[in-house]
């Protein structure tokens, strides 16, 4: 089950509308049931009612703890990525000339396709930019093997080397985590069943015990659940807009990069 082409607006409101609905249902349930017999006691069915509230909030918070650990996780991957191609580049001027200039506009040119995939919010342009960031990759790859054939002591072509594995490394796992992993279809299922059943229980114990039907602390219940539902699907996605991942570290990367070209000539220039 794919919700990512679902707005976290629409699953908000129908969140609300399915809750209201099961509040009512439960309702009318316990009201012809009270009608018919009186042998029906508020307190077995609070109990019951509250043990599959109970459950709901631990799956609730459960699913939260998914995503926000996977949140955080992806916050992390932004700083370690950023760092290992900042070395990378830094290492890169190592290489001999033309490589070194073609090797340092590659990875200009790697940090301004994700920056700009992941600000697009786009899941086509995010698919579009790892294959993209990938052929770069294997570009850089091929340019270092080449040039650590022909000296296979250097240690400076090793460090060079392994910094570029660490950053296609890091970006393997940010697609991992960041595109491919997803609330699996299941929990968001058993999550749904355990809304439905619980705000029937609500109704249903509301009208046992003799209540008003209609209570301002209905909605409330029902937008104060759906809020929760609608952050655990915001937080799951990785282009959403409500909730993002800053890409500070990248982009300072990419200044420091333009700094960097421009002082490079200016110090050839100096006799």
Do not use: C
Request: net charge negative; proline share 3%; charged share 20%.
């Amino acid at each position: 089950m794919n919700i990512d082409a679902i707005p976290i607006g629409i699953i908000f409101v129908v969140t609300i509308i399915v809750m209201l609905l099961a509040i009512e249902a439960g309702d009318r349930l316990g009201q012809a049931t009270r009608r018919r017999s009186e042998d029906e006691k508020e307190s077995s069915v609070s109990t019951r009612t509250a043990a599959i509230l109970g459950l709901l909030a631990f799956m609730l918070a459960f699913t939260f703890g998914i995503v926000t650990d996977r949140y955080d996780a992806r916050k992390a991957l932004v700083r370690e990525e950023a760092n290992a191609i900042r070395t990378t580049y830094l290492r890169s001027e190592f290489l001999p000339e033309p490589d070194h200039g073609e090797a340092a506009d590659l990875l200009r040119q790697y940090v301004d396709l994700r920056l700009a995939a992941v600000q697009s919010r786009d899941l086509d342009l995010m698919q579009k930019a790892r294959i993209e960031s990938e052929q770069i990759q294997h570009k850089l790859w091929d340019m270092a093997v080449v040039n650590a054939r022909k000296d296979l002591n250097s240690d400076v072509a090793a460090l060079y080397i392994e910094s570029l594995n660490e950053m296609i490394d890091i970006q393997a796992v940010r697609v991992a985590v960041g595109l491919q992993a997803r609330i699996p279809g299941g929990i968001w299922l058993v999550l749904y069943v355990l809304v439905i059943f619980g705000m029937i229980g609500m109704g249903y114990q509301t009208a046992i015990a003799g209540s008003a039907r209609r209570s301002w602390a209905t909605p409330i219940l029902a937008v104060s659940f759906s809020l929760v539902i609608a952050l655990i699907a915001s937080l799951d996605r990785p282009n959403s807009s409500f909730i993002t991942v800053s890409q500070q570290p990248l982009m300072d990367v990419r200044s420091s990069m333009v700094a960097h070209s421009e002082v490079l000539p200016s110090l050839g220039d100096k006799p």
